[in-house]
């Protein structure tokens, strides 16, 4: 719909953007995802690590995208080749934008089949199917789900399908109404969560697991993880936010923006890890439990409550709506470019777009079946897209956007479209010339081992 004649989409309402951008922020990175990483690194150092690099890598890098988006009025690609030229920058940093789509839509190829588990998972609520009351129940349960690539296949496929039509139906109509209900009710149903683990017994050992830095207790193979972390949770670096930004009325204050968006998406991310690990200790539970953690764990603590299979379902109904608000952020960008560059519609933008995600994720999704053996280097397909992303291409995209804006091209352009005052500037300058690049560099020498920090 969108095309050279016309002007750019923007959001309807005043807060059309910072609910679309926190609607792809929160999802299952926060709720599915931190928890278990954390669990995997062994808790507070990681948690310290990811908070460090959210504000000190996150926040300028997210700043740094909006700017381009905005700018550039495009998707990921056409924006960076716009502003890049505008300082007369050469086009290959385009190259930025496209490592960026590509990145986002690795991320959905695998992104869909954890959104199929919660779906699954909120079928099995509503019939009755999680009726197990031990450990070992829960752990057999979730293997079953798995087992069958129809069953697993069926969920991944109604996300993907789920996620189309609703990118395929416009910037405005689908994205901006949903999450401005989706948003406040899931953080309700957070509290209540945790507010049932602060009486479960494990509470003060969740804490201590979260919030005690054991110096010294986190691998560089941990401090990656956190990086690469911090970018998935914020949705930096694929083409989400950038696209997002896109759509963004001039006179929004991009600064004010993003640190809502990041405290909302750290606040329900630490809230999650508060609902989950009380009921990982309280039931003797291995915090490494890996991917399946929430799907073993939060259904026992429902099963304990009063009215769980009530509150279970509200649960599963969020989770399933956070992860669809993320999703589609994901393909936003290849639909943007897609409608402004090839001249076709965004309904066939969409489907089309669809198509090759679904085979994708398909393979991803055959990873808990009859593919798992397909490994190299001992991961199998759906942990190479997570891997590949996460730990490096959303951390190198980061750090090429940044350099870009910092050393690159005219201060001029983000002087005005950060409109801060000129302490405010300087400081983002700063951040996005030094601390931002280096931290993400150290980390990056640090995992390959070149030196120990
Ligand atoms: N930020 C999302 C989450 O935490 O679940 C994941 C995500 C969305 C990553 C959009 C990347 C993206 F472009
Ligand atoms: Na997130």
């Given at each position: 719909m969108t095309n050279d004649a016309q002007p750019r989409t923007q959001w309807l309402g005043r807060w059309g953007f910072v609910l679309a951008a926190t609607g792809s922020a929160v999802g299952l990175g926060n709720i599915w995802k931190f928890p278990y990483i954390t669990g995997e690194y062994g808790g507070g150092a990681f948690v310290l690590v990811y908070l460090a690099c959210i504000l000190a890598v996150g926040v300028p890098v997210m700043m740094t995208e909006i700017a381009f988006g905005r700018r550039g009025r495009g998707s990921p690609i056409d924006a960076i080749r716009r502003v890049a030229g505008e300082s007369?920058?050469?086009?290959?940093?385009s190259l930025l934008g496209w490592m960026a789509m590509l990145c986002g839509f690795m991320i959905l190829s695998f992104y869909v089949v954890v959104a199929g588990w919660s779906f699954a998972y909120l079928w099995k609520m509503l019939s009755g199917g999680?009726?197990?009351?031990s450990v070992d129940e829960m752990a057999a349960i979730f293997g079953a789900n798995n087992e069958s690539p129809l069953n697993l296949g069926f969920w991944s496929t109604l996300v993907t399908v789920a996620t189309m039509a609703i990118v395929g139906k416009g910037?405005?109509?689908?994205i901006e109404k949903s999450v401005s209900w989706m948003m406040p009710g899931m953080v309700v149903m957070l509290a209540i969560l945790i507010g049932y683990g602060a009486f479960s017994g494990g509470f003060v050992e969740a804490l201590r697991f979260l919030f005690t830095f054991d110096a010294g207790s986190l691998s560089s193979e941990g401090m990656l993880a956190a990086l690469g972390h911090a970018f998935f949770t914020l949705s930096l670096a694929s083409g989400a936010i950038l696209t997002y930004g896109s759509y963004l009325p001039g006179r929004a204050s991009i600064a004010r923006t993003t640190l809502s968006v990041a405290v909302a998406d750290t606040v329900v991310a630490l809230m999650a890890g508060l609902a989950i690990f009380p009921v990982i200790f309280a039931n003797g539970m291995?915090?490494?439990?890996?991917?399946g953690l929430i799907f073993m764990s939060l259904p026992l603590a429902f099963q304990a409550m009063p009215l769980g299979t009530l509150f279970g379902i509200l649960f599963f109904v969020m989770l399933s709506m956070a992860a669809l608000t993320s999703s589609i952020s994901m393909v936003e960008a290849t639909v943007s470019w897609l409608t402004d560059n090839k001249g076709i519609s965004r309904r066939t933008a969409s489907w089309g777009t669809g198509i090759v995600l679904w085979l994708i994720s398909t393979l991803a999704m055959l990873s808990f079946n009859v593919?798992?053996?397909?490994?190299l280097a001992g991961k199998h397909f759906f942990g190479w897209l997570d891997y590949l992303t996460s730990r490096w291409m959303m951390p190198l995209g980061g750090l090429g956007m940044v350099l870009l804006a910092g050393f690159?091209?005219?201060?001029e352009a983000f002087r005005e479209e950060l409109g801060l005052s000129p302490a405010w500037h300087a400081l983002w300058l700063f951040m996005v010339r030094y601390v931002s690049p280096l931290g993400i560099l150290l980390i990056f020498v640090d995992a390959l081992g070149i030196a120990r920090v």
């Open positions: 007369g920058a050469s086009p290959v940093w999680l009726a197990g009351s910037v405005q109509a689908g291995e915090p490494a439990s890996g991917p593919g798992a053996e397909w490994t690159v091209l005219k201060n």
